[in-house]
């Protein structure tokens, strides 16, 4: 599969965007995001891509990756595991339909793993299997937005 460079959502940020980026900084520290938030539900009702920090539970734990969110793509709702050091992991296709069961508090043991106040387990289900999965808190509304999309094309 072919990829091209996808631009991180408002509650995914990388230590090099906010080096390369200062502002961005500046707008996590003052409450700023939710702007950037909104302007990423515009730019996905636009057809631009959008990729969000996500933590799936697979086997029992929670694995790094993003969720990349291209409303023009054949696939457009994607996990992409976190490669580490050039090891080959194959992107994870979510299929739609969906069917979301809703957005939870990160609790328990969960809480040593996913910051409880920064991220919220989302339980949905698609065309081949249950998936619950951590995404940032202010990313949420643009996850549920995408999955609806897929919805309503489908």
């Known amino acids: 599969m072919g990829r091209r460079e996808v631009r991180r959502a408002a509650g995914t940020q990388a230590v090099s965007d906010l080096l390369r ?14 702007a950037r938030a909104e ?8 057809g631009e891509a959008r990729a969000v920090a996500a933590f799936p539970r697979i086997d029992g734990r929670f694995r790094q990756g993003l969720l990349i969110l291209d409303p023009g793509a054949p696939t457009p709702v994607l996990w992409r595991p976190y490669r580490l050091l050039g ?4 992107d994870v296709v979510l299929t739609g339909p969906f069917h979301v069961h809703g957005a ?19 339980s949905l ?25 897929v919805n309503v094309r489908d």
Not at 21 to 34: M, N
Not at 39 to 45: E, T
């Open 104 to 122: 939870s508090q990160v609790t328990g043991r969960d809480g040593m793993v996913i910051d409880k106040e920064q991220f919220r387990l989302l």
């Open 125 to 149: 289900r698609d065309a081949d299997r249950p998936w619950e999965i951590a995404v940032p808190v202010i990313d949420l509304p643009l996850v549920r937005a995408a999955l609806h999309a």
């Open 21 to 34: 980026h200062p502002k961005r900084l500046a707008e996590l520290l003052v409450g700023a995001a939710p």
């Open 87 to 90: 090891r080959v992991r194959e």
């Open 39 to 46: 302007a990423d539900l515009v730019a996905l009702r636009a």
